[in-house]
């Protein structure tokens, strides 16, 4: 039997341990880098596109870190997670981060995500040609979400008041196509892919909003749907962290554009989509991912300016401080 001392079985298993690492595979090196976990949803909406588009090409590893994807079933339960720390980062709504970082949530917005072009509201009716034409009338439209923050900030704007002079029923996008088409509304706020899903089977009802035209008519300037965020101890523990991630998901929104036809698969094999809507989504320009890191100026200025008209809209009662925009 082989007898070591207490000196030369340390010896033994250090070289042990170097020559087994020497072996290790890639994917075992792969499991070494940094784990940043993600806020998805189970809903077919482009949120879950993104991070299922990110894993599928290894954009993740690309730039230095593994993805986590975490899907939950519900808007709600989707927030929650990233509140309580259950994960790192989410793509949501500016003014719903900023409701959180005034509830103590360590939000630090890294990137933008999405414009508002995506956000539609469509009615059947022909003598309804905009919003204007609502008063009085019902408009089904989820009351959690940063569509009804950002549809009531427009209205306000034109002297409207969305919940008095339009009268709101409270539904998230998929009931506020059902009610639209059972003729219980007059109006139904979605977001893509469902609005180009309406678009090819009910080719009589109209889009009386775009998102992006009201921000740009009452604003002057773009602005967005929703922005990534990732929480302020995931970044202590990996300050590299905004950067890779911002760099992963520009890789995402290039693969939108030049590789169509492979995301539009990728769509309807994770998310059930029928085949040639996301490219529809994306032919419509409905559908605008587009990502710049926020600590740009000119950038970090369109995501405020949006948190200061949630303000005058009586949403909140002041502005969050500057940390909520992550910078380098």
């Known amino acids: ?52 588009i990110m894993k599928a090409q290894g954009f993740d590893a690309k730039h230095g870190f593994e993805l986590d994807i975490h899907a939950y ?26 409701k959180l970082y005034q509830e103590g949530v360590p939000v630090r917005i890294v990137g933008t995500g999405f414009t508002l072009a995506d956000l539609v509201i469509f009615s059947k009716n ?53 009610q639209l088409e059972a003729d219980r509304v007059d109006a139904a706020l979605v977001i893509e892919p469902l609005a180009s899903i309406i678009a090819k089977q009910n080719p009589g009802w109209h889009v009386i909003f775009n998102g992006a035209q009201g921000w740009k008519e009452i604003s002057g300037e773009d602005g967005w749907e929703i922005v990534t965020a990732m929480r302020a101890d995931a970044i202590a523990k990996n300050p590299g962290a905004p950067k890779m991630l911002v760099a992963a998901l520009q890789d995402v929104a290039a693969f939108l554009q030049s590789n169509t036809a492979d995301a539009d698969k990728i769509a309807n094999d994770t998310l059930k989509l029928p085949p040639g809507i996301l490219t529809a989504a994306l032919q419509s320009k409905r559908l605008q991912m587009i990502i710049k890191p926020a600590w740009e100026p000119a950038t970090r200025k369109t995501i405020t300016n949006m948190m200061e008209r949630a303000v005058k809209a009586g ?14």
Not at 145 to 163: N, P, R
Request: glycine share 8%.
């Open 1 to 52: 039997m082989l007898n070591l001392s207490r000196r030369g079985l340390a010896a033994l298993t250090a070289i042990v341990a170097i020559a087994v690492t020497g072996f290790m595979s890639p994917a075992a090196w792969a499991q070494q880098k940094p784990v940043i976990k993600v806020s998805s949803l189970t809903l077919p909406v482009f949120n879950p596109l993104v991070w299922n």
């Open 73 to 98: 079933p519900s808007i709600a339960a989707f927030y929650a997670g990233f509140a309580t720390g259950e994960t790192d980062v989410l793509i949501g709504g500016p003014t719903i981060l900023q």
């Open 126 to 178: 022909d003598q309804i040609k905009s919003l204007a034409d609502m008063k009085g009338k019902q408009l089904a439209i989820d009351m959690g979400g940063s569509q009804f923050q950002v549809t009531k900030m427009y209205l306000a704007a034109k002297g409207i008041d969305l919940g008095k002079d339009v009268i709101v029923v409270n539904a998230n996008f998929a009931v506020a196509r059902a």
């Open 315 to 328: 949403f909140y009662e002041k502005m969050p401080d500057e940390k909520i925009i992550y910078a380098p």
